[in-house]
């Protein structure tokens, strides 16, 4: 097969493909921006999206029940994110270097959970796409053009997008939503003010622990239906990338995860229709966006300020 790319057939199916595949970032990009709004650098994203992805999938497995599958996700994110907590929050640890370990935990892990519990790559009947029927006769996702873009999602798609209003309200018209931002940019004018910056610091990265952890469940019971090792393949450093691209913005960050999947669609397509472009260079394209991306100077500007500091009482 070899065809061209401007096709309206295969320009549809890789804004389809790109909306289908901005999931997973989306969900943990989103959480992940709570947690550093809150000042903490959570580089064990991707660690908590496999163990979700495992045991999302593993509970579907078990139960048949998908949304067992996706409380079981988030519940182990939850714990995850509660000993990255322990470790970088209450006990200082460089927050680097913890939530690389936290990635090889969840790695490790799940590695031999698959191995033990599984054995060999299984599927699932997973969360199907919805088509919005109206009777036996219509369907909003066979309406041309509009219906694949917008109408032949799961579940589970339509609730990343839904989070991005949501996280925006959060943070920017609520109380806990202010707190985080105070504490992330200056904990001790916070603390000053009654604020427990370890209480809205905990609270912020477990709320990112619990959308790592359905963004993996995402790709296993979802996206894909299926569970392998490491399925992730380096999405949840993409995620932590998405919040600097985002300016630490749920707005941005939907801009940068549709751009990102969308080019990541494109070289997937390049691959399917065989053209004249090298395997290589197609799967690059969306890394090199990335980095791209990230040599911007301007958004390092925009970062809160006490990212990546500890707070202790009492310190200047």
């Not at 096709?7 to 990009?29: E, Q």
């Not at 959970?113 to 919005?132: A, C, D, P, Q, Y």
């Not at 109380?175 to 200056?186: C, F, P």
């Not at 960050?253 to 669609?265: C, E, I, M, Q």
Request: charged letters at 10%; a neutral charge.
């Amino acid at each position: 097969m070899n065809e061209d790319l401007t096709t309206a057939a295969i320009l549809l199916g890789i804004i389809h493909s790109g909306i289908r595949l901005a999931t997973p970032y989306l969900y943990a990009a989103i959480g992940e921006t709570f947690s550093q709004r809150s000042g903490v650098l959570n580089l064990g994203v991707d660690g908590i999206m496999l163990m979700g992805a495992f045991f999302g999938f593993y509970t579907v497995f078990q139960t048949h029940n998908p949304w067992l599958g996706l409380l079981a996700a988030g519940l182990v994110g939850a714990v995850m994110a509660l000993i990255l907590c322990v470790v970088s929050i209450t006990y200082q640890a460089e927050q680097g270097i913890s939530g690389i370990g936290l990635y090889m935990f969840g790695l490790g892990m799940s590695s031999l959970l698959f191995k033990t519990m599984l054995g060999t790559v299984e599927g699932v009947k997973g969360f199907s796409e919805l088509r919005f029927c109206f009777g036996d006769s219509f369907c909003l996702a066979d309406v041309p053009v509009l219906g694949d873009i917008f109408f032949s999602h799961s579940l589970v798609t339509y609730g990343a997008f839904a989070l991005v209003p949501l996280a925006w309200w959060i943070l920017n018209r609520t109380t806990w939503g202010l707190k985080i931002r105070a504490v992330g940019q200056n904990p001790e004018a916070a603390d000053s003010l009654g604020v427990s910056v370890n209480r809205v610091r905990y609270a912020s990265v477990t709320v990112g622990g619990v959308l790592a952890g359905l963004a993996g469940a995402s790709l296993s019971i979802s996206l894909l239906n299926i569970y392998q090792e490491n399925m992730t393949n380096g999405m949840g450093f993409i995620a932590v990338a998405l919040v600097y691209f985002g300016s630490w913005k749920p707005g941005g960050v939907l801009l940068g995860a549709l751009l990102f999947s969308t080019v990541n669609a494109l070289q997937l397509w390049v691959q399917v229709l065989n053209l004249n472009i090298p395997s290589d260079v197609a799967v690059m394209l969306p890394y090199l966006l990335t980095i791209l991306a990230l040599a911007l100077p301007f958004r390092r500007a925009l970062q809160p300020a006490a990212l990546t500091k500890p707070f202790a009482r009492g310190e200047n």
